[in-house]
T-cell receptor, first 115, second 110 residues
């Protein structure tokens, strides 16, 4: 089994629908992240969490919300999906080193299409 | 404004040659920098981390340099192979998070 698991892997939805992307990890890491990837724009950080009670906005948090249900679970929600949220979404975890973020371990991605 | 630029979106080289990928940044002061490999439809995979006081880091056929004066990192793959074909991402480690460049797609031609 993968260390970082994302569900669903693919989802097609309509404008205005609520969508939740889920992420679970077995690495025992406290830090978890949600990124989105668009062609030509690279990975952009949506939200990150350092533990269950520490959640922070990233570069592009508008239109998204998150929930850290447990150390192992970090969910991303789109309350009312819009077409420009069509993207590939990645969850990641890390175990920070001395003064650095540490290596990120990514899931396989969730491809979301909003019609 | 803050910016991370990776040289050209695509780079083609012949098998056996050295591939050199560039990552330039402005208005950041990272203490660490990381490189990742991403294959189509997959999540990025960590390759190397280099600290600001390290000029160079090596791992097998990979070499990374980090020049904080030039605000640049170079990523080299020596004796390249078709299996090295992928997108390579640099990421500035800002202690609380990683900020990624848009990547360079490398194709190694047989």
């Amino acid at each position: 089994d993968a260390d970082v698991t994302q569900t669903p892997r693919n989802r097609i939805t309509k404008t205005g629908k609520r969508i939740m992307l889920e992420c679970s990890q077995t690495k025992g890491h406290d830090r978890m992240y949600w990124y989105r990837q668009d062609p030509g724009l690279g990975l952009r950080l949506i939200y990150y969490s350092f533990d269950v009670k520490d959640i922070n906005k990233g570069e592009i948090s508008d239109g998204y919300s998150v929930s850290r249900q447990a150390q192992a679970k970090f969910s991303l929600s789109l309350e009312s999906a819009i077409p420009n949220q069509t993207a590939l979404y990645f969850c990641a975890t890390s175990d920070p080193g001395q003064g650095n973020t540490g290596e990120l371990f990514f899931g396989e991605g969730s491809r979301l299409t909003v019609l | 404004s803050q910016k991370i630029e990776q040289n050209s979106e695509a780079l083609n080289i012949q098998e056996g040659k050295t591939a050199t990928l560039t990552c330039n940044y402005t208005n950041y002061s990272p203490a660490y920098l990381q490189w990742y490999r991403q294959d189509p439809g997959r999540g990025p995979v960590f390759l190397l981390l280099i600290r600001e006081n390290e000029k160079e880091k090596r791992k097998e056929r990979l070499k990374v340099t980090f020049d904080t004066t030039l605000k640049q990192s170079l990523f080299h793959i020596t004796a390249s192979q078709p299996a090295d074909s992928a997108t390579y991402l640099c990421a500035l480690d800002l202690a609380r998070q990683l900020t990624f460049g848009s990547g360079t797609q490398l194709t190694v031609l047989p």
